[in-house]
């Protein structure tokens, strides 16, 4: 099995392949504060010379598993009703 380096700095691209998702969702996690920018020892953001944010893959992973447990609870939620009922 192949260890992982936890603390890589990743992009968002790299990390939406490593989540399974696409890049636009980590972008989203980022903006709804599910998925936090890695920072420094001084508490600084890192980000590319571009101004492009790096985030952890620690922090990849659980922002996956936490939005993935919330769709499995919106999912468990919904209750199935019959074609009959949906008619206005």
Same mark, same amino acid.
């Given at each position: 099995?192949? #260890?992982? $380096?936890? *603390? !890589? &700095? &990743?992009?968002?691209?790299? @990390?939406?392949?490593?989540?399974?998702?696409?890049?636009? !969702?980590?972008?989203?996690? !980022? @903006?709804?504060?599910?998925?936090?920018?890695?920072? *420094? #020892?001084?508490?600084? +953001?890192?980000? *590319?010379?571009?101004? /492009?944010? /790096?985030?952890? &893959?620690l $922090?990849v992973?659980?922002? #996956?598993? /936490?939005?993935? +447990?919330?769709?499995?609870?919106? @999912? +468990? /939620?919904?209750?199935r009703? !019959?074609?009959? $009922?949906?008619a @206005?």
């Open positions: 099995m192949p #260890e992982f $380096d936890m *603390d !890589a &700095l &990743l992009t968002a691209s790299v @990390a939406a392949k490593y989540a399974g998702v696409t890049t636009a !969702a980590v972008c989203n996690w !980022a @903006a709804r504060g599910i998925l936090p920018v890695a920072t *420094d #020892e001084h508490g600084k +953001e890192i980000r *590319d010379g571009r101004g /492009r944010p /790096r985030y952890r &893959l $922090d992973a659980k922002a #996956e598993r /936490r939005t993935h +447990e919330r769709a499995r609870q919106m @999912a +468990e /939620r919904i209750t009703r !019959a074609p009959s $009922d949906l @206005a």
